[in-house]
């Protein structure tokens, strides 16, 4: 295995465990309510400052791989996060809301550093073939997730939910030794790095319009994430493991939609790649909501929602790397991330303030109402490609 194959895999690895730290709480959500004796909108508000914070924390994230070493940025966030889930076992213990909130937040500070220089580093070193990279570093990021809601649900009803969290945590713990053994003097410290400017990025005027679009795609994308098992249970009557286990399958479908994603977009280009996703999007959502037949609409969103929503990712990434300046590219995808999975997590809170007012279902239709604004945006973004002799 070469050395770029070897990188893009610790990479997709890495992706893994970043993604399943947020996927544990959402199986888990009515035993931990339960525990803590909490209502919706407060652990909606709970999940918003995680979440801000691990869209915030993306803004260092980027300069700071530029600046360290993306490697070692890296095993930050593994170790950083790794001990953190162990704060959960205070929590359960005691029955409170603020160590689930620190430990929650610590978590999300460590995490945040990672997607801004996976990204950059990816977007640097992949020339000729960005999107596919992309789209197989979303893949190994997705497959570790798919079974992260059942095995998750597994663990916290056979041995308390803060076990769920502690059992990942130690996988991040061995895996950052893992990744330091396989860097180690790669002499890939070696290579010139160049510190991007968040305010230099920001004067890079083809990316407002990318940076609304993607905000408006964290507004329904943080609101699903949290609620839709929960979502299953309460408006749909679906048994909570089944609820895990239909989450568990949004995540499967989204490993080929990865794939698909990155490919297509190197081969017909980011924008059609992203037109098309968000129709698919809000054609999931929409099944979900209105087809009268439970079985049918739940299937239909798990197959189109699961597809489309992952496919995008790799296209959008790949069309932010385009457009951004090299030396600025780091800081950049931190404001990318920070605006989707930072200020988009304020959809959390509303979900659950209107879920606890009037019930899930208006609360979807808050979360159905951004997914057509993405699909209504997408038709005005920028169409540019990677050169060909790149």
Known sequence: MGGKDLRLLLLGAAHSLNH????IAPPLLSAIMADLGVSNKVIGTVSTAASFIYGFGALAGGPLGDKIG???TVVIFLLFSGFSTFIMFAAGAAKSLGLFALALILMAVGASLYHPTANSLISKTFSGRVSEAMGIHGVGGTLGVVLTP????YIGSTLGWP???AVFGAICIVFAFLFIKNFKNSGYEAEKRTVGSIIEAFRVRELWLLLVFNTVIGFFMKG????FPKYLQDSRAVDPMWASIAYTLVLAFGVPGQWIGGKCSDKYGSKRVLIIASAGICLGILSLLFVPVYAIGISAFIVFYGIFFYAHQPALNALTGFLSPEKQRGAIYGIFFFTSFGIGSISQTISGYLADLYGFDI???MLTAFALAALTLSFWLPD????KNS
């Not at 540019?384 to 050169?387: A, D, F, I, N, S």
Request: zero cysteines; a negative charge.
């Open 363 to 365: 609360a979807f239709y």
């Open 20 to 23: 399943s730290l947020f996927v």
């Open 384 to 387: 540019k490609r990677e050169p």
């Open 163 to 165: 076990a769920a969290f």
């Open 70 to 72: 993306e490697d070692k």
């Open 150 to 153: 059942t095995i998750a649900w």
């Open 224 to 227: 699903v994430e949290l609620y």
